[in-house]
């Protein structure tokens, strides 16, 4: 197994550099760091020096790939592609444009996008998967039916109104938490309660949904039957038997975002004032901080290979048939 | 711009002369019905073809959200079809046009275009939502709700605003019934349509047509979903949001469809080096989280479009290239399940018999992979067109809300949002724009959703037999 996950993190560095590719193209080769400075600098301040001056502070003012100005190994280290895109696999990210550390401003951010990350992931998992059992004991019954036909409703409803709604009603009528804002410690849960509550809200009719899909394509199989035949109560089966091989593509659509929770909520953050990393990202867009958006690109690709090879793992914990090698 | 300069009629006086304008997207929509009519007509001639698309038919719930459907698709098509008048005041014998550009849905609901207020009113309302200082004859300077220039301004006395709703509503309702009932009387005599399927959608199509006439009655002389923040018809701005949602959520699959099916289809049956260069793309792009991903895309297209503002005749056209992008961009971050899909579905084709033999009687690889396999995955395509559908329109208020959206001078639900959002501190609670988009996003959602769901219970023989089996 060791073999394996250190053969998947060697497959990892191309993809990463895929990435890092992709991303440098996107920043400075579509456009050129004087088009970014243009439009950065509004139409009445550009100026050839303006933009210069812009360009060295951010330290874009050089040759993309080769610096033929500069001898030895500096040729190559020298460049845009190799102090902005490059340095990132040491997790090296720069500095914002308001001059501070993004490297640091990420290990503030985690802590509070996690507080909410978190508990809307595990909580929301407990009341997916039970509600979809609950829908698949009822089976092609009108309770079923209605549990399906109020999955359809909810999930047609738009994420923003959740929030948008779920704000105006707890915190502006009932005055039960505060509508936005975030402290440290144990007075963090007045603030993240509605949040989490939301969140898992907004994720219930599609989730339970797809996990009734599974239930029910496990209950069609022989072992079912047989453990029916045998004499097992209904609820039995259903518990030990199918959600313990449903496991397998539970598990397929699960693990892989738990290391994407640090990375928080756009909407959410952004929504109740939490000064998570999603925020940051928000922030960062309509700032128009490319630094910023480019390091959060390369930290969400980093935590979604993480992400799969967790899952590998996961497998092997669940299905004793799966062995990684 | 894909611009046909055709000159409108110019002896039909200034009023008639207009010149059509066909933007990006317009052309792209075009396409979009062509593409659709030629497949409809080609399934129609094939009974295998055609047994699926029974299947949905006979699925009562489906039909009806089909008809629901096919509304906002008309709403849409109309307001595509766009052209700009020629100003009134000719100069010196060269026609000048108005950079506004209009479209047909536009003329069609006039007035609801033209009548905007000084700023927000209720639905109903008769007076704006703010007081302000007015002056009467006899030069008294008092503070109230000013009367509203067109919500209601044929009534004398601000007491028969109910009754005059309700009456309305009623001649309207009925009128549109009538002509429901009508139109159902003329079709059930040509089409013998089984027992099961024709009374959800009668009913539907009753509601439907009753509601249309009540509103498009009422609409004439009211607000009848109030008034935004610059007076504008919140009615007039979620009907033409329809436009921006239909395209998003087309389109964008449509784009880079060819791309996945090349893909996904080349990937299975080559195998070997090629299948580890498509999937080495493809684990690329999916492994930048797709937010990500659109915003910087989107970022690096608003520096572009910025810096090059010559490319662009009118505002409209520079909104909606952006909208064109927009498509393009989410449609990059989408394809890649789709292509994955692909490439499983071949992988396991390419072992079948049929194919074997194929190989084995010397066809060449090409027309393996576009008379056998092509056909054989066109049912994930199809699912995978309209189960994306609605989370696309979904995601277009989310992206617009988190600034990298379609362009803020673009009618769409996610600016309408946006701006409704921004007034939800106002005390009283300016809730209806909010509302009214809402609204209108649930019920295309809801109604994409259930037909997608018909058509994939149709289409995909997997998930027939285990519901059979349950």
Redesign the interface.
């Known amino acids: 197994m060791i073999a394996y996950l250190i053969r998947r993190i060697l497959y990892a560095v ?2 990463l550099i ?2 890092n590719l ?2 440098f193209a ?2 400075f080769v ?2 050129t760091p004087d ?2 400075a ?2 950065q600098l509004g139409i009445k301040r550009v100026t050839p020096e303006a933009i210069e001056k812009w360009k060295q502070q951010r330290g874009y003012d050089k040759p993309l790939f080769v610096n033929s100005a500069v001898g030895g190994t500096d040729k190559l280290t020298d460049t845009i592609f190799w102090q902005k895109s490059a340095s990132m696999f040491v997790f090296d990210f720069g500095y914002s444009d308001d001059g501070r550390s993004i490297g640091r401003e990420i290990a503030k951010r985690m802590g509070p996008s996690l507080a909410i990350a978190l508990p809307t992931f595990l909580i929301g998992l407990i009341v997916y998967v039970s509600f979809a059992l609950l829908m698949t004991l009822f ?2 019954t009108a309770l079923d039916m209605a549990g399906v036909a109020l999955c ?2 909810l ?7 959740y929030i ?1 709604g779920g704000q ?1 009603v707890v915190s ?1 009528l009932w005055h039960l938490v505060p509508i936005s804002g975030y402290a440290g410690g144990a007075d963090s849960f007045k603030f993240v309660v509605l949040p989490i509550l939301i969140g898992i809200a907004g994720g219930v009719g599609s989730s339970s949904r797809w996990y009734r899909t599974i239930f ?2 496990e ?2 199989k022989d072992y079912v039957r047989t453990a029916r035949a045998k004499g097992l109560s209904e609820l039995r089966v259903l518990f030990t038997h199918v959600l313990k091989n449903a496991m397998i593509p539970i598990l397929t659509g699960v693990v892989v975002v738990i290391p ?1 929770l640090f ?1 928080g909520s ?2 959410t953050e ?1 929504f109740f004032g939490i000064p998570g990393l999603g925020s940051y ?2 922030d960062a ?2 700032a ?1 901080d ?1 630094s910023v ?2 390091a ?2 390369f930290l ?2 980093v935590l ?2 993480v992400g ?1 090879i967790l899952t590998d793992v996961s497998y092997t914990v669940v299905d004793p048939r799966v062995r990684l090698q | 711009m894909l611009d046909s300069r055709l000159r409108g009629n110019d002896e039909g006086g200034c009023l008639m002369s207009f010149m059509p304008v066909v933007l990006w997207s317009d052309a792209l929509v075009f396409l979009l019905l062509a593409a659709g009519i030629a497949a409809a007509w080609y399934v129609r001639r094939r009974e295998h073809l055609l047994l699926p698309w029974q299947r949905v038919a006979h699925n009562s719930v489906a039909m009806a959200s089909l008809l629901v459907l096919s509304l906002f698709l008309a709403v849409g098509l109309l307001d595509t079809l766009h052209f700009r008048m020629a100003l009134p005041q000719a100069n010196g014998g060269e026609k000048v046009y108005s950079s506004e550009v209009l479209s047909v849905f536009d003329k069609l609901v006039g007035p609801l275009r033209t009548h905007t207020e000084k700023t927000y009113s209720e639905p109903f309302a008769l007076t704006l939502y703010a007081k302000e200082s007015m002056t009467d004859a006899q030069g008294n300077v008092a503070r109230d709700y000013p009367r509203l220039q067109y919500g209601g301004a044929h009534l004398s006395d601000a007491s028969q605003r109910v009754e005059d709703i309700w009456k309305r509503a009623l001649a309207g309702g009925g009128l549109g019934l009538l002509v429901g009932l009508l139109s159902f009387y003329l079709t059930h005599r040509k089409l013998h349509c089984a027992s099961g399927c024709d009374r959800a959608v009668s009913i539907a199509t009753l509601i439907l047509t009753t509601l249309i006439g009540a509103i498009a009655n009422l609409a004439a002389v009211y607000h009848v979903l109030g008034t935004d923040k610059v007076g504008q018809d919140v009615l007039y701005l979620s009907l033409k949001s329809i436009r921006t949602g239909l395209i998003i959520g087309t389109v964008t699959t449509l784009v880079t469809l060819p791309l996945a099916l090349f893909l996904g289809v080349a990937a299975g049956y080559f195998r070997g080096w090629v299948d580890d260069v498509i999937q ?2 493809y ?3 999916s ?3 797709s ?3 659109i ?3 989107v ?2 297209m ?3 479009i ?2 090059h503002p010559q490319w662009f005749d009118t505002a409209a056209s520079r909104a909606d290239l952006r909208l064109v992008f927009l498509c393009l961009i989410l449609g990059m971050t989408s394809w890649t399940g789709l292509c994955r899909l692909l490439r499983g579905e071949t992988l396991k084709l390419r072992e079948m018999e049929y194919i074997q033999a194929a190989q084995s009687f010397g066809v060449s690889s090409l027309r393996i992979l576009t008379r056998h396999i092509m056909p054989n995955v066109m049912h994930i395509i199809l699912i995978a067109l309209v189960m994306d559908f ?1 989370a696309l329109v ?1 995601a277009e ?2 992206l617009s ?4 959206g379609v362009d803020p001078s673009m009618i769409s ?1 996610g600016t309408m ?1 946006n701006a409704a ?1 921004l007034e ?1 501190g106002r005390e009283p609670m300016v809730w209806w724009a ?1 509302a009214a988009a ?1 609204g209108f ?2 019920v295309l ?2 109604a994409a ?2 037909f997608a ?1 018909a058509v994939r219970d149709a289409f995909d023989p997997r998930l027939n ?3 059979s ?2």
């Open positions: 191309p993809i895929g990435v992709l991303t996107l920043f579509v456009n088009d970014m243009r439009m089976r092609a359809v409703l999930m047609s409803i738009s994420g923003l109104f948008i105006f502006k029910l394509e209950i069609g994407l990375m756009l909407l952004s990202t928000i867009i309509n128009q490319f958006v480019r959060m690109v969400g690709s979604y290979i799969l | 080495y793309v684990t690329v792009l492994s930048i989280p937010v990500l991903l915003a910087a895309a970022l690096m608003q520096v572009t910025d810096t609605s979904l208020a989310v809300y988190v600034g990298v639900f949002i959002r939800m909010l809402f996003m649930l959602v809801l959703n259930l769901d037999r285990t519901e089996k349950a």
